[in-house]
């Protein structure tokens, strides 16, 4: 376990013994603490032995984005934000 400093404009530096450099990850609120997962460069192939899929990839991202922006807009409605 880490302890991070978070500045003024919401960044964070995660230290070099975590191994994290030049990627992706998703973060996750969870109340008041956040869980971050790394994620790898090329997701489709590491999940291809244990996630198949019928899809392609570009079929499988349009369904991501879609399901995404549905949510986004679900979540902004219950907040009365639009």
Do not use: C, Y
Not at 21 to 41: D, E, H, N, R, Y
């Amino acid at each position: 376990m880490s302890v991070v400093t978070v500045d003024e404009r919401g960044r964070m530096t995660i230290p070099k013994d975590l191994h994290v450099k030049s990627t992706k990850a998703i973060i996750i609120p969870a109340g008041s603490f956040f869980v971050t997962i790394p994620l790898p460069t090329k997701p489709h192939e590491k999940a291809g032995s244990w996630l198949p899929s019928k899809l392609e990839s570009k079929e499988l991202k349009a369904l991501a984005e879609k399901s995404a922006f549905e949510n986004a807009v679900k979540r902004a409605k219950r907040r009365k934000q639009i």
